[in-house]
Structures are given as structure tokens and as C-alpha cells.
T-cell receptor
Framework: DAKTTQPPSMDCAEGRAANLPCNHS???????VYWYRQIHSQGPQYIIH???NNETNEMASLIITEDRKSSTLILPHATLRDTAVYYC???????????FGKGTMLLVSP | EPEVTQTPSHQVTQMGQEVILRCVPI?????FYWYRQILGQKVEFLVS????????KSEIFDDQFSVERPDGSNFTLKIRSTKLEDSAMYFC????????????FGSGTRLTVV
């Protein structure tokens, strides 16, 4: 089973920031936090990952709490094309399996 | 941007038939994976493949399934004697290394067993 807890759904207005939370209270010291998204039954798309520091790339920012028990994915200016299921996954570096949970269905509305 | 290519996009087969799903991973990637997603359910890991052999597999990946890298570019998933419950989206993925980088997934093959 997935080691993360996410809300089943969230709404966001187009142009606003979308903040998607994830709880991973049992995360181990050698586990990274990954975020993927899946747009309408397409293949999952890698977004970002982090270990303990906050990370930013061209798609999103990842904020990890100091105790590493939770994180937030931030899409700074959500667009309609960001409507998707977002998955938060913890994974040991060097281990191949990604264990997907149910994720958060983000609906971006005009 | 490099892509993982899967063919066909949709395959319909009769129960009991064999199917081969094809994938072309990104050219400099060394690790290859198959995942599946039954309609309305979670994405599930099937198998990982490195250096011409299976490195990990899930309980789903039983003797009905096999994988192969028949040449330098293709990676295939064979399902023998398909069952109705094999109907799902099958996603291929690849990664440069077994490290911390994310995978690149293909757009999937929708398998329908009738």
C-alpha cells in the first residue's frame, strides 16, 4: 500500500496557485518524495522530487516540512491543462518500484 | 523532449489469445518498466528490467507475463492466454539509472480482452 495520504480532490481557479498537500508521516531517512501527475488516463508524468530541502523547477515547487512528515506541491499559476490526478509517492533511492496511491484529483476551473 | 513510444495505442483481443505490447524507451535509458492501470483503479507496478534481465517483479507478474528486449531499441510485454481481467491500460516507462531521477512514461496501450 501507498505510504502517503492525500485529499481525494481539490479545486483551484485558473491563474491562482494550487497547493496540494501530502502526508507521509512514516517516511524513512533514505526515502525521497516524488510527485507525478496523470492527465485523463495518459501515462503518469514526473513533476518533481525532493529529500529534505525545498525544490523548484519549471513545473512546480515542492515544500517539505522540517520533520519530513508532510509536503506540499505548489503549482504557482494553475491553468486548465493542469487538471489531473496528482500522486505523491515516497521511494527509496536506488529502488525501482513506484507505488501509486489514489492521488488528488485537481480540477482547475475558469 | 525525448519520449517513450508505445504501440499499439489500443488492442482488442479475444480471451485466451496471446498479445505483445511494444515500447521504445528513450535511447540512453538503461532501466525499463511496465505498469498497468485497470479502469478506475490505481497504477500498479508489474516489472522492472535491466541488463537484459528482470530486476524486480510484482505478484501480478506471474507466469502469464514475460518481458523481452529483442533488439537495442524495443522492449516488449507478452501476455499469454489473456483473461478478461487483463483488460487495462499498460504503461511502459524508462529511466537513465536506478537513482533518484524520475521515470518517463509512455502514453500507454489500452488492452481490451473480449
Amino acid at each position: 500500500d501507498a505510504k502517503t495520504t492525500q485529499p481525494p480532490s481539490m479545486d483551484c481557479a485558473e491563474g491562482r496557485a494550487a497547493n496540494l498537500p501530502c502526508n507521509h508521516s512514516t517516511i524513512s531517512g533514505n526515502e525521497y518524495v516524488y510527485w507525478y501527475r496523470q492527465i485523463h488516463s495518459q501515462g503518469p508524468q514526473y513533476i518533481i522530487h525532493g529529500l529534505k530541502n525545498n525544490e523548484t523547477n519549471e513545473m512546480a515547487s515542492l515544500i517539505i516540512t522540517e520533520d519530513r512528515k508532510s509536503s506540499t506541491l505548489i503549482l504557482p499559476h494553475a491553468t486548465l491543462r493542469d487538471t489531473a490526478v496528482y500522486y505523491c509517492i515516497v521511494r527509496v533511492a536506488g529502488y525501482s518500484t513506484l507505488t501509486f496511491g489514489k492521488g488528488t484529483m485537481l480540477l482547475v476551473s475558469p | 523532449e525525448p519520449e517513450v513510444t508505445q504501440t499499439p495505442s489500443h488492442q482488442v483481443t479475444q480471451m485466451g489469445q496471446e498479445v505483445i505490447l511494444r515500447c521504445v524507451p528513450i535511447s540512453n535509458h538503461l532501466y525499463f518498466y511496465w505498469y498497468r492501470q485497470i479502469l478506475g483503479q490505481k497504477v500498479e507496478f508489474l516489472v522492472s528490467f535491466y541488463n537484459n534481465e528482470i530486476s524486480e517483479k510484482s505478484e501480478i507478474f506471474d507466469d502469464q507475463f514475460s518481458v523481452e528486449r529483442p533488439d537495442g531499441s524495443n522492449f516488449t510485454l507478452k501476455i499469454r492466454s489473456t483473461k478478461l481481467e487483463d483488460s487495462a491500460m499498460y504503461f511502459c516507462a524508462s529511466s537513465e539509472a536506478l537513482g533518484i531521477k524520475g521515470y518517463t512514461f509512455g502514453s500507454g496501450t489500452r488492452l481490451t480482452v473480449v
